[in-house]
Nanobody, 126 residues
Framework: QVQLIESGGGLVQAGDSLRLSCVIS????????MAWFRQAPGKERDWVVA????????AYADSVKGRFAISRDRARNTVYLQMNSLKPEDTAVYYC???????????????????WGQGTQVTVSS
């Protein structure tokens, strides 16, 4: 099994920055893509960014491109989401997710991810 634990959420003002962390443990050798999703109240869970474990290639949703950045620390089995220039519309619960290799290259659909964290709340006030 694989376990993901997110942290780093909080309440910030528009224009501020936050860094989310996701510690991954368990049978990680089967994993290939790490991603962040977010879900605002009353809305669907949307894909934000994905990173391929082997190549480090990334893909971002248009809404966060240029403001958010995903990174990883292999030694700590941790994936990060650096969020800059935050906007009120970034308010959501943020979820870390990982996909097995057979899911394809940089998948962006929720059903393509095999393991999920419990989520961390990010609230951006105007």
């Amino acid at each position: 099994q694989v376990q993901l634990i997110e942290s780093g959420g909080g309440l910030v003002q528009a224009g501020d920055s936050l860094r989310l962390s996701c510690v991954i443990s368990g049978r990680t050798y089967t994993l290939y893509t790490m991603a962040w999703f977010r879900q605002a109240p009353g809305k669907e869970r949307d894909w934000v960014v994905a990173m391929a474990d082997g190549t480090g290639s990334t893909a971002y949703a248009d809404s966060v491109k240029g403001r958010f950045a995903i990174s990883r620390d292999r030694a700590r089995n941790t994936v990060y989401l650096q969020m800059n220039s935050l906007k009120p519309e970034d308010t959501a619960v943020y979820y870390c997710a990982v996909a097995k290799a057979e899911r394809g290259y940089l998948p962006s659909r929720r059903d393509q991810y095999d393991y999920w964290g419990q989520g961390t709340q990010v609230t951006v006030s105007s």
